[in-house]
DNA sequence: CTGAAAGCGCTTACAG
DNA sequence: CTGAAAGCGCTTACAG
């Protein structure tokens, strides 16, 4: 589409066409004094003949203020950050706010980028849903004194702690593991990615605390732990292959619900039954997991409430609002085919 | 995160605290003018002493240029637009441009409401990745002179073509009807969702095209289009069962792939086996295609080149190059287990 | 190599 | 109910 030849009209424009004042002009557009209903119709016959439209760039940095927030993901590919983004930009469209939606990849450099761009831009805060990978990072926005909150991570700023929300994942372990023995499983394994991350740190903690909880020995479990960070489904498809050496594993445990379809791909190439020669349980709940063969249990992450409750601690912080400034979540675990034996 | 007490520095505490002035520390940090090593190293000093972030906005406000570029898509959820936004984002920051990327759900008011938040923020330029639902917008986008292009769309506003990418649709189905001729299916349906756009609608012209084309009689054909929007699997899911009502089909072209994942799980729940039963073909190739049981023959879009040519587009107009305004790219036909009869 | 000054397009006390 | 004027934090000819 070609730039028109007629500039961009401003608003010193609309004031002289409509033969007013500039300051009776924003007045207008912004409600903010009582201007007479016969000068405001003036005013909004001209701003419509002229297309005028306020430069927001200009009434921002007069205002100190932009009502923008920065939102940092790692993966927009990933149905569980894709659900968390969607309730963060409606709740935050909401409360009157426009959100920016930057990816990082996980890549530490994207996220100092992004960051340093969402401050030029004066961001009235940023809220980041998942631990960044380069922990400095944390500090620099402290020392800016820009308002942050961060989703699935825990952090100590020179002792201040990080407003943060964080899901149980210990107890989302131990969900997994108390159902993987209800339904008679001797012999379990744990899959993971690289423990890269608080969250999946902690999900390894759970299942080494489940373990002993339920009884089981050293020689009953074994750890499928990658050492390279990449495709979480391909990561996956690997372990899959590594556990059908193991050929008498009875159940699988993965910290992510892509790593188990990685897994579960597997299994099927080679024709093992699912749950009746292994069972498997993933972890998230993305909308996925009922779409699979078969259905995948998992543990489920309220993701509506984390991002709920996330975007309220950054609007209370940014208020100035000296509200709790740490909240957990309860998961819950989720029973689908891939651990409902039919013996 | 509180926030420090300490203002946020501005660039003339920087000039005074380094004993220069404002333009010399401009000079600096845009390197705009050959400022003494000394003085240089003085300033830059007190950039790290002050923490100070340049803003954005004043800078964008006095050159009248932002270096960033709207993006609009329907549906963050899909694994077909995620993987363009990455290709947009990737492309536009090599360019030295930022991505505000803006979810609209297909909602008109929100697509409203985001260009219009784009335009006062100044963008370079906005790329909007499907067609839009409201059409009046592109007149409005037209009339105020910015910048556009649009994927998946071709549209004509004041006897202007719309700059556009597209992908060969008719061709698309015609691949894929060429496909199951091939492996002799005589009873065939076409699934969709309600064809509210173009890419659809020509989707369907070119399923009419081709069945024409390998002599399939009309009482060979059926059709299976939804009347209303909603989540694609789940319209998947219930065309499914209709499916399965006549049972004499032997092939399903659905018009994406989400749509045939519905399907597909209908079909699993019925015991129908895929393809000996019923094959099922989809359209768009997204990553879950090579997941899912059975992994599904697809129509691929090349999303790369798609989002490519759409960035190099929309800057060719940015900068008033006079390239090509529309760009049509052909589909492939990507054969997987679902159609792979095993007889 | 460095600085004084105008100006980007708005908002907002304040005066009348 | 309306307007004159200062100022938000930068950049950029221009002068020296």
Redesign the pocket.
């Known amino acids: 589409m070609k730039i028109k030849s007629s500039k961009k009209a401003?608003?010193?424009d609309v004031a002289k066409l409509a033969g007013?004042?500039?300051?009776?002009v924003?007045?207008v557009?912004?409600e903010?004094?009582?201007?007479?209903e016969?000068?405001t119709e003036r005013v909004q016959k001209v701003i419509k003949e002229l297309n005028y439209v306020?430069?927001a760039l200009?009434?921002w940095?007069?205002?100190?203020k932009t009502n923008t927030i920065g939102l940092l993901i790692p993966d927009i590919d990933s149905g569980y950050y894709a659900e968390i983004v969607k309730e963060v930009e409606s709740t935050l469209r909401e409360r009157g706010f426009i959100t920016f939606l930057c990816n990082t990849f996980y890549d530490s450099n994207l996220e100092k980028l992004y960051i340093k761009a969402l401050i030029q831009q004066s961001v009235e805060g940023i809220l980041i849903c998942y631990g960044l990978v380069n922990k400095n990072v944390y500090k620099e926005i402290y020392n800016l004194g820009i308002n942050l909150v961060v989703l699935d991570d825990k952090e100590v700023v020179k002792g201040v702690q990080v407003p943060s929300v964080e899901v149980n994942n210990i107890n989302g372990s131990l969900l997994a593991i108390k159902h993987i023995y209800n339904i008679g499983a001797k012999k379990i394994c744990f899959a993971s990615e690289p423990l890269f991350n608080r969250a999946l740190k902690l999900r390894y903690e759970g299942f080494k605390k489940a373990i002993q909880e339920y009884g089981y020995k050293d020689s009953d479990v074994t750890l499928y732990i990658e050492n390279n960070q990449y495709n979480k489904i391909e990561m996956g498809y690997n372990i899959g292959s590594q556990i059908l050496l193991d050929s008498n594993t009875d159940a699988v445990f993965a910290s992510s619900d892509n790593l188990a379809f990685g897994i579960i791909k597997r299994f099927r190439e080679h024709g093992v039954n699912i749950p009746d020669d292994i069972a498997i349980i993933g972890y998230d709940d993305i909308p996925l997991c009922k779409i699979i063969t078969p259905t995948l249990t998992t543990i489920s992450q309220p993701k509506k409430l984390i991002a709920k409750k996330g975007v309220e601690m950054l609007l209370d912080v940014i208020n100035g609002e000296s509200s709790n400034l740490y909240f957990m979540i309860e998961p819950s675990l989720i029973i689908r085919e891939s651990t409902m034996k039919r013996a």
């Open positions: 401003k608003m010193v007013v004042s500039q300051a009776t924003s007045h557009i912004n903010s004094a009582p201007i007479s016969e000068v306020p430069n200009a009434k940095l007069k205002q100190n």
